[in-house]
């Protein structure tokens, strides 16, 4: 039975199911990449994989205010629609559950910023609060601007937007940009200050971080801490990668707080630190990821049951715009 529970404590950490959908990603990545070299006549056929639309979040977005505002479903590449309203989701229920549990690129992040702790003697180092908080509302102004702009286009420009030929492409093009010496030269500048400084793209830059950030302060299900049994023993505030003061909040609600539940599994005091639904309902820390994932892959299973996640598009059609050079062209239009 010992044996059965320490495996359940690590199939539901953070960091194994974090590294399982990093894992993926890249493997999404790579079949993207073999896709595209299949259509320049480069290698074997390798199917195309509709996650990659998480790499073009501008496109995506912009397909999604136009089915919000009446444009209807996007059936070019739908999985870009499913991922949004999954995020948004998941972030509503849990506290920002995409940022917590499954965004790869968080995953990097946080990885980088793991390694400064373990460099720095178990914190990294904390900038003046008055930066501190010049960077958390640089990322809401930025989210602000970002969708401001993308809300604002018209439908009928969305739509004919999601109708290009580039759009359909976008993702390689976005793929193969990541290995330009400008772009590497940002991931290592990025990631040396996660490494002091802790995950600062997450944390001060990521316009979706900020707009998931609004709805996982509306969570239905949150932290609580008992100010009655509580020791004061700052551990929880001390865990917390997203530097929240966990020790002087009695309802979790801040913006930067993800739902790791790393706070309530460091609490020495048993009940203290809790995860409730509604307040009320107690969720085990173990049964946190479990609810998380099983949303994510439930609205997966979903759009795939229903013929909302796959691409109506052949994948003819995709190999005659990547041979037509089109990847080499600028982004056309309001993008």
């Keep these: 039975m010992e044996q059965i529970h320490r495996v359940a404590r690590v199939v539901t950490s953070r960091w194994f199911v974090k590294g399982a959908f990093l894992a993926y990603f890249v493997w999404a990545c790579v079949s993207l990449w073999r896709f595209a070299e299949w259509a320049r006549g480069n290698g074997p ?25 009446g444009g209807g479903w996007d059936p070019f590449l739908p999985a870009g629609l499913v991922i949004i309203i999954a995020a948004v989701l998941t972030s509503l229920l849990f506290k920002r559950g995409f940022c917590g549990w499954i965004c790869p690129v968080g995953t990097l992040w ?41 809300g604002l286009v018209s439908v009928q420009e969305a739509v004919w937007f999601r109708e290009l030929p580039y759009m359909w492409v976008a993702d390689i093009k976005i793929l193969e940009g990541f290995f330009t010496p400008v772009f590497m030269a940002v991931i290592a500048l990025a990631f040396v200050l996660s490494v002091l400084f802790g995950p600062v793209w997450c944390r001060w830059l990521c316009p979706l971080g900020g707009l998931y950030s609004v709805f996982g302060m509306a969570s239905a299900c949150t932290v609580m801490r008992d100010e009655k049994t509580c020791i004061s023993c700052s551990r929880c505030t001390e865990v917390c990668h997203a530097f929240v003061d966990v020790e002087r909040a009695g309802d979790v609600r801040a913006a930067e707080c993800d739902g790791c539940m790393d706070c309530v599994k460091e609490c020495p005091v048993d009940g203290c630190l809790t995860a409730r639904a509604l307040r009320r309902l107690v969720i085990p820390a173990w049964v946190w ?40 062209q600028q982004t056309p239009g309001f993008f």
């Design 45 to 69: 056929y390798v199917s195309r994989p509709e996650a990659v639309a998480g790499i073009l979040p501008v496109g995506h977005f912009t397909s999604f205010f136009a089915w919000l505002k």
């Design 110 to 150: 946080e990885a980088a910023a793991s390694l400064g702790r373990r460099l720095m003697g178990g914190r990294n180092l904390r900038p003046p609060r008055w930066l501190d908080i010049a960077g958390r509302s640089l990322r809401y102004l930025i989210a602000a601007a970002a969708l401001g702009f993308i």
């Design 289 to 328: 990821p479990l609810l998380v994932v099983g949303l994510w892959l439930g609205i997966y299973a979903v759009a795939k049951v229903s013929g909302n996640w796959d691409t109506s598009i052949p994948v003819e059609a995709f190999a005659q715009i990547i041979r037509s050079g089109l990847l080499e």
